[in-house]
């Protein structure tokens, strides 16, 4: 639980950069927005979303996996659970995603005139449409390797629920560990997968290897249509907060009293979670 305090906080940290970035994207695309305006969305908030972006789909594969790796009390599963080790996996994804992508706000753009609809593309230099074609692919390889764990994480928990029907207390276990994967998993796939299918020829129609004028007009229309759906996972992130952290599950049924008549049966099902944690579960829970 340690553990997916630490990425469910970076997941809200992710959130807060895309509400964040979100009023200058709609303004644009709404073509309210003054020129200025435009440009630093091009440069600054669109970035800003894409670093958002990956960010949370880089958490939410931790917590699929740690949600699974719960479950499997070997060494080498203990030794992923560790707090430090989670603290350092964080660092590392969030500057690795500024490495990638904070380029693109600082390489150099073109003298554009002013027009009523500004394409990002169109204020890039050669050498930052170019960086801007390799941090796509970067962010495509960091999303399989998302994938990847998530597909993995949710095939060994359904494997775990299938074998454990002989048990009823491991059936009960294995089930909730089998939900909370499913669910998080089926978010993930219904916000991202949509978007990198039309993410790379969209990016080749940007880097003109694709010149057909009513084919960049389709996927530039795939492409912001799927981008929505990546958006929503902000819709989906407080339902994972609710079930998955117990502070934020009981401050909001402070707030709505109507939800408390299921606190009774969440106080058992944590105890029983801990009762089944090992002893090293315990001191990450200290640690914390």
């Avoid at 960091?142 to 299938?162: G, H, P």
């Amino acid at each position: 639980r340690c553990l997916a305090s630490i990425y469910l906080i970076n997941l809200l940290v992710a959130d807060l950069l895309l509400l964040l970035a979100l009023p200058f994207k709609i303004t644009k695309d709404l073509g309210v927005a003054p020129w200025n305006l435009m440009v630093f969305h091009c440069q600054a908030s669109a970035v800003t979303i894409y670093i958002s972006l990956y960010a949370s789909i880089a958490f939410l594969a931790f917590i699929i996996t740690d949600r699974y790796l719960q479950e499997c009390h070997t060494v080498r599963s203990l030794r992923l659970q560790e707090v430090g080790f989670a603290r350092l996996l964080s660092l590392v994804v969030w500057l690795l995603l500024l490495l990638i992508m904070v380029p693109n706000m600082a390489l150099p753009i073109k003298q554009v005139k002013e027009q009523t609809y500004l394409s990002c593309s169109s204020l890039k230099k050669d050498i930052s449409l170019h960086w801007h074609t390799l941090t796509v692919f970067l962010c495509m390889a960091l999303f399989l390797n998302a994938s990847a764990a998530t597909l993995i994480s949710s095939t060994l928990a359904v494997k775990k629920l299938l074998r454990s029907r002989s048990d009823p207390k491991l059936w009960a276990n294995a089930r909730r560990v089998a939900a909370s994967v499913a669910a998080v998993a089926l978010a993930y796939v219904f916000s991202f997968v949509p978007y990198h299918v039309v993410r790379t020829p969209y990016t080749l129609a940007q880097t003109k290897l694709i010149t057909d004028c009513e084919t960049k007009k389709r996927l530039f229309l795939g492409k912001e249509s799927t981008l929505l759906l990546s958006v929503l996972h902000l819709c989906f992130d407080p339902l994972i907060f609710f079930y998955l952290n117990a502070p934020f599950r009981h401050t909001i049924r402070k707030l709505f009293p109507c939800l408390g008549n299921h606190a009774i049966r969440d106080a058992k099902e944590e105890a029983a979670e801990e009762m089944m944690q090992p002893a090293t579960s315990a001191q990450q829970e200290a640690a914390c």
